[in-house]
C-alpha cells in the first residue's frame, strides 16, 4: 500500500506569511508525530496524536504552530507569522499503536 | 530526563573497514531503542531495533544496560553505506513519542 505522503514537497514563503503543510499517514496507522528537521540540529519532535487521545503538543516551539487531525486520518500543521528561522524540513510519520514510525519524504519549508 | 547522545557528527572510513556508531542514552526506565537511517534524497527509515535483535545489511546493535548504550557496528563498511544515522529511543507506555539523537554521517570512501 501508500506509504506516508506530505504536501507541498517544497514551500517558499515570506515571513509574515501563514503556511499549511500536510501529512496523509498509512490508512490504518492510529498515531501520527510531525518532526522538524533543522541543518545541523538533528530531529525535533513537535506534536503527537493518538487515537482520540488529547495530542502531545510538548514539542510546539511556539503558539505560532499548531496542528490539526481531522477524523484520526489527515494531519495539517499550522504555521502562523512565518519567522525565518521556522525553515527546515517538516516530516510526518504514522505508526500502529506499538510499532515502528513509518516517515513521508518531508516538507522543505524556506521563508525569505 | 530522556536522552540520545550520538558523540559522533561525523565518521569517516575506507570500504572494507569496520564501522561503529555510538549511540549512548539516559533513561530512568527500560528503554525501546532504534537505529533509523537517511540515505541521500531518501525519507528516513527504521534500520533496526533492539527487541528484534536482527541483523539488517550486515549492521548490528547489541543493547549495554550497563553502560546506557546502543552501538552501531558493521564488520565490512561498504559505500552504500553512507547515509546518515539517527539512534533513537522510545519511552515505556502509551507514548511512543521517539527521542532521537542528532544524528552521526557516515561516509564510507572507496
Known amino acids: 500500500g501508500a506509504g506516508v505522503s506530505q504536501s507541498p514537497s517544497n514551500k517558499v514563503t515570506e515571513k509574515g506569511k501563514d503556511v499549511e503543510l500536510r501529512c496523509d499517514p498509512i490508512s490504518g496507522h492510529t498515531a501520527l508525530y510531525w518532526y522538524r528537521q533543522s541543518l545541523g540540529q538533528g530531529l525535533e519532535f513537535l506534536i503527537y496524536f493518538q487515537g482520540n487521545s488529547a495530542p502531545d503538543k510538548s514539542g510546539l516551539p511556539s503558539d505560532r504552530f499548531s496542528a490539526e487531525r481531522t477524523g484520526g486520518s489527515v494531519s495539517t500543521l499550522t504555521i502562523q507569522r512565518t519567522q525565518q528561522e521556522d525553515s527546515a524540513v517538516y516530516l510526518c510519520?504514522?505508526?500502529?499503536?506499538?510499532?515502528?514510525?513509518?516517515f513521508g519524504p518531508g516538507t522543505r519549508l524556506t521563508v525569505t | 530526563a530522556q536522552r540520545v547522545t550520538q558523540p559522533e557528527k561525523l565518521l569517516s572510513v575506507f570500504k572494507g573497514a569496520p564501522v561503529e556508531l555510538k549511540c549512548n542514552y539516559s533513561?530512568?526506565?527500560?528503554?525501546?531503542l532504534f537505529w533509523y537511517v537517511q540515505y541521500s534524497r531518501q525519507r528516513l527509515q527504521l534500520l533496526l531495533r533492539?527487541?528484534?535483535?536482527?541483523s539488517i545489511k550486515g549492521f548490528t546493535a547489541d543493547l549495554n544496560k550497563g553502560e546506557t548504550s546502543f552501538h552501531l557496528k558493521k564488520p565490512f563498511a561498504q559505500e552504500e553505506d553512507s547515509a546518515m544515522y539517527y539512534c533513537a529511543l522510545v519511552r515505556a507506555g502509551n507514548n511512543r513519542k521517539l527521542i532521537w539523537g542528532l544524528g552521526t554521517s557516515l561516509a564510507v570512501n572507496p
Open positions: 533492539h527487541i528484534s535483535r536482527e
Open positions: 510519520a504514522s505508526s500502529l499503536e506499538a510499532g515502528e514510525q513509518y
Open positions: 533513561y530512568s526506565g527500560s528503554p525501546e
